[in-house]
């Protein structure tokens, strides 16, 4: 039984900026890589195995609208790649955050940005306050996209508290500066329809 509401204790976001790769930048311009978090509590927290997760997975669409046009806002560019990511603290299970970034999560976070058809990468893992976690991230219409395949590494200095839960959003726009390992590109990508 869910003992208290999810409350959002706090956003944080950081934005990434590299212009040059091996000293050398491209025509692409730079790679912008924003991470929006919030910090939230675990209705779960501390209650030992409960089979019904679907508070945080109902209370995921409403955050996934709230990163999502958090990111894109941040990015100031239009999304090309997309990722998400989740801690959970002691009290918790690694269930937990994987309840808070289902479809419904995803559903709300690609609308919010704008679209996206491919699936959203994604990690999670338990965790302490200040722990870094790396945000995968993959061309959001066609993840064999491989310029896209790059991470984000993101750290909340004060979070998650133990009867919290971190859900992090990441987007970019564009892929990886001197990308040169062949694989789809996007224009292919976008001739199949994607």
Not at 7 to 24: C, L, P
Not at 48 to 71: N, P, R, Y
Not at 139 to 163: L, Q, T
Not at 169 to 184: E, F, S
Request: with cysteine; net charge negative.
């Amino acid at each position: 039984m869910v003992q208290k509401s999810i409350e959002i204790r706090k956003t944080f976001a950081q934005v990434e900026e590299i212009r040059t790769s091996a000293g050398k930048g491209d025509s692409g311009g730079p790679l912008r890589k924003v991470a929006v978090c919030a910090v939230i509590t675990n209705p779960y927290a501390g209650q030992g195995f409960v089979e019904d997760l679907s508070a945080l997975v109902e209370a995921s669409q409403e955050i996934g609208t709230l990163l999502g046009k958090e990111a894109l806002g941040l990015l100031g560019a239009p999304v090309e790649s997309y990722g998400k990511a989740g801690l959970v603290g002691s009290a918790g299970e690694q269930e937990h955050i994987n309840a808070a970034l289902t479809s419904v999560f995803g559903d709300a976070f690609r609308e919010a940005i704008g679209g996206g058809a491919a699936w959203i990468t994604s990690v999670t893992k338990p965790a302490t306050a200040g722990s870094v976690i790396d945000v995968p991230t993959a061309f959001k219409d066609e993840v064999w996209v491989r310029s896209h395949y790059d991470a984000m590494e993101v750290r909340v200095p004060d979070a998650p508290h133990p009867d919290e839960l971190v859900v992090i959003a990441a987007v970019t726009n564009r892929g990886r500066l001197n990308a040169r390992v062949g694989g789809m590109s996007i224009a292919e990508a976008k001739e199949k329809g994607l």
